[in-house]
């Protein structure tokens, strides 16, 4: 059902309004009538597009179990990959409809489109209850635009839209800020509003000492999100390419290890400011490498500034991850975002284990959560992700969440709710 979307459609320069309280599901009364459920099913596949891991699945359930109890008709919206607007079997949502079903017990119809007569057709035959899943909505070009034209075809299927999603709030999609724009009924659900409460504790708790695990890929982001968080951290532990990008700013060799060079100077402004700001940074001491081609079992140990012209980095080491573990069982707040070793090989493993270990192993008044899509397959693999107090289905999102950027989709609800009040 349409509502506004001329009204709220626009470009919201907000902050993240984490402190906000949006509205629930139980603000809204959904028996007999149909939902739009947006999620994040973009969960890892093979190249045939079978599901590897279904976390992100699980972690809907119990949202899904509350629409089925108040009678709602369920209707999923996710997006899969990155199709290029053209359908691709790769990429199609069937798989997940069918894990879905596995794990509910209940059918989940999967429809070949997210609009049209099909969809609209799929959910007149629903009854309360029921839950049907929409086929991929980047398909579709009108989704990664926001195109208005795609927006009314989305919200023309559904009387309520829920967003429980905050792994896409970073998004201003059709399905995400669009719907939120659009639709007259809207709220988020229960994982998105338990996932800003996490957000929000991370960046308010006053706990003491508070440390930071940082490692991984995407180094620019996360670079900005370390300058938001160290005024408020004791410790920052840091592996993976950021650390690398930062012993590199310090004219180690690094071997053929990855850096990222053109972030070089903001690395040092960082490290700079670690110091100012008496915030503990801690380096790899020593790393487990290998050179191209070599087998893990020839993996050596080397002091991080003694590394040969071919060695890659691959893993922290011991003198490192005894330091490491030594600050966690002292910390009562922590946070893990990105990988610390090569983990897809099992040889490099050891210390996502052991670190992992050391979390788990903190009392249960620690504040502790582990986020980002790579540290999550890592922490399955190890079989320890399940044992982990919280777990967060968001990365790129917590990042700019924790930057102090804009979030467009709790920019847009609060659009909403401050014309709601006028």
Avoid at 71 to 99: D, M, N, Q
Avoid at 302 to 312: G, S, T
Avoid at 313 to 334: A, E, N
Avoid at 381 to 407: E, I, N, Q, W, Y
Wanted: proline share 5%.
């Amino acid at each position: 059902m349409l509502y506004g979307i001329n009204t709220f459609n626009k470009n919201v320069k907000d902050t993240p309004l984490l402190d906000a309280s949006y509205p629930s599901l139980d603000d809204v009364y959904v028996n007999k009538r149909t939902v739009l459920l947006r999620v994040d099913y973009n969960v890892p596949a093979d190249a045939k597009g079978a599901l590897l891991d279904d976390f992100r699945v699980r972690a809907t359930l119990p949202t899904l179990r509350l629409l089925r109890e108040r009678g709602g008709k369920t209707v999923i919206l996710t997006h899969r990959g990155r199709p290029g607007g053209k359908p691709h079997a790769r990429f199609s949502t069937r798989p997940i409809a069918e894990r879905l079903a596995e794990l509910t017990g209940h059918p989940v119809a999967h429809v070949p489109d997210c609009i049209g007569r099909v969809a609209e057709d799929a959910i007149r035959r629903m009854a309360p209850g029921d839950v049907i899943m929409l086929e991929n909505t980047r398909f579709h070009l009108g989704e990664v635009l926001n195109q208005q034209d795609f927006v009314r075809d989305l919200a023309a299927l559904g009387d309520i839209f829920i967003n429980d999603a905050f792994a896409t709030t970073h998004r201003a999609h059709a399905s995400v800020t669009g719907l939120t724009a659009a639709m007259k009924e809207v709220a988020f659900g229960p994982l998105m509003l338990k996932e800003i409460g996490w957000a929000r504790a991370l960046m308010d708790n006053e706990l003491r000492p508070r440390t930071a695990i940082v490692g991984g890929a995407q180094v620019a982001q996360k670079f900005d999100m370390l300058e938001a968080m160290m005024p408020k951290l004791n410790h920052l532990l840091v592996g993976g390419v950021v650390a690398n990008t930062m012993l590199a700013a310090r004219d180690m060799g690094l071997g053929l290890s990855t850096i990222e060079p053109a972030l070089m100077e903001q690395a040092r402004n960082l490290m700079t400011e670690a110091g100012v700001l008496g915030c503990r940074l801690q380096l790899p001491q020593d790393v487990i490498v290998t050179r191209p081609g070599e087998e893990a079992l020839l993996c050596r140990k080397v002091k991080a500034y003694q590394l040969a012209p071919d060695d890659i980095v691959r893993d922290l080491g011991d003198t490192t991850l005894k330091t490491w573990k030594k600050i966690i069982q002292q910390s009562t707040s922590l946070f893990w975002l990105g990988t610390v070793g090569a983990y897809e090989e099992p040889a490099f493993m050891k210390a996502t284990t052991e670190l992992a270990e050391a979390l788990i192993a903190a009392p249960p008044t620690t504040f502790t959560l582990v986020a980002g899509d790579g540290l999550l397959r890592a922490l399955a693999l190890a079989g320890v992700r399940d044992k982990m107090p919280r777990v967060s289905t968001a990365g790129a999102s917590l990042a700019a969440a924790l930057s102090g950027k804009p979030l467009p989709a709790l920019s847009m609800m609060e659009v909403r709710m401050k014309n709601k009040a006028a």
